[in-house]
């Protein structure tokens, strides 16, 4: 049967789909709710881009991390790291991960990973950098944590070993002292054989002086009834009764509480045991036939088997009756230790794991020490365990999240060089038939193509006026794509501010003159800035424009400039315009912002300005009273190159 072929043919997506993804912001507003923090920043190490996450991280109010130079967020000892991984992402055009101390705004440390990616323009140079920054505060924690816990284990395991040794010389010096030491048993007993292996291993760190009596209750009853024996195995000591396999550290206790009476050691054998009780980690021992032979009370949470249950179980050998108690991988390293080889693994998964739902000890870190006699022999292997599933399963989700992370943030760049493509692409292309028009307006306004009426005329002029505004729109647009793509190149030289200022109002002085506006100036000999002289042009006649355009009538714009202490220079554009409402003033120098709706222009000529002022190592500011009370804006630069390159080419 021929297969049908109906609803085949060109793919076509929703339409509603395409319309988002052709947003031009649907990206950032994806990056603004991401839960990492976000930092842009460009050859100077300014910062150009920061997401709420990352004011949020470090106490900043929003936006207020644009403009300031990256390092400053950096405590001192980790800022010469940051240069050279900076650079080194710079020449190598590869992606680096690395871990510093951010400074808060209140001067509170916050430990951080940062995956910086470099920003590559067209012609695949660095033009900046795209750091993800993981705050990793509650993992340091756990880390600070973990390592408390094995200084812990350490200290138990000194403590072991001291008061072992203490044990031999007590007992060294005690040979006149003897007691009787007995093992019940019988012919039917399961343990008995497990419980005479841990008694002698016991007796014989004791160097052969303490020997016992071996006491089948069916060929001496007499005795059994004597001492009263309920069960088997018993091991007497003195007046002391240990039934079952014992614990080899209660075995020690008794027979050292038999040997020695004297209260001090008294005291020591019970900080003995309730160390090893009340640890919070799980201790057990194995002797060399893999008799499990002690066992303290998280060994039961651990293998979920009840102390009784476990002392005396040969947990090398799996049997047919019962489940394994540990895996094979955990016990190919029980077989080390008893070689006399210590062992130390961070991370052991030995149960089944639900990571909504984690069993503790499904992932253990532990320490295995061989434990010896005095001929050198190992006899046993002291296994210190600790559970770590909660702290593995954050680690594993942390990785797995520095992965998507770095996917993300490769689509971020790919979506990013391909709308700063589309923007010039487009706006190249409608420049010229822009440029054309205005200039045939121009020439038809001008005469040369004969003479027109009065109405005409003022429609010309209208059109003319209009199309001037787009050009410079586009202009912009063009102008802050390029930034964000490229970056700028400076030609920094020392120049006179008195001069450029010249040029720049000579350059708008036919706008001037049209509009009857005074411009006045104060502006010493001696004010000079190590800048790029067209670009300081470009930033004065866009704030001078600005005025021009909004001040209705009799408008005076006041230019000043002045020296400061600080290794720069201020230049100051002041006028009597509409002015600007205060809570518009933060968001002035916003990418799209306007402060008039009803005013021309792509909202983007002050947030090329900003970019041009921070370039060269400086500052801005817009400041107003409010409404009709005018405007000044305020801009730094440096006024040598010694300042430049402290504020500018060092951080790059």
Known sequence: MKASTEGEGEFKPNPILVKILNESGWYKTLVETMPEGIIASDMNGIIVYANPKIHQMIGYADKELIGMDSLSIVVAKDRARVRRESEKRFNEKATSQYEITFKTKVGSKVP????????LGPNSESIGTYAIITDIRYRKIIEKELRSKNIELQTLYNNLLELYEQLAVIIADSTTIFTDIYLFTSKDCVYCAPAEEVLQEVLASYGGKLTYRKVDIEEEPELAEKYDIMSLPTIVVGDEQLTSVPDMFKLHSALFSALVPEEKFRRTRQELDNLISNSPIAIFTINKKGILTGVNPLVEMMTGRNRDNLVGINVMKKSKKEEQIFPNSLISYFKKGLTGEKVAV??????????????SFSIISFKLVPMTNKEGETTEVLVLSEDVTTSAIQEDELVKSYSKLEELNEQLLKMNKERSDFVEVTTTGLLDPLKSSRELIDQILSGQSGEINEETFGTLEYLRNNLENVYKSMIDILDFSTLESQGFTLEPKKHSIKEIVTDTLEAIGSVVIDKGFIVTRDIPEKVDAWCDKEQVIRILKNLIINAINFTEKDCKIHISAQNLKNGFIDVSIKDNGI??????????FDQYAKVDSKSSGSGLGLAVVKSLVEAHGGTIEAISEGKNKGSIFKFTLPKNQKTYKEYVVSEA
Do not use: F, W, Y
């Open 112 to 119: 951080v990973i940062i995956s910086g990616t470099p920003i």
């Open 346 to 359: 961070n991370r052991l998964k030995i149960k089944e794991l639900d990571e909504k739902n984690p069993q």
């Open 579 to 588: 002015g600007i409402a205060k809570k518009n003033i933060k968001r002035i």
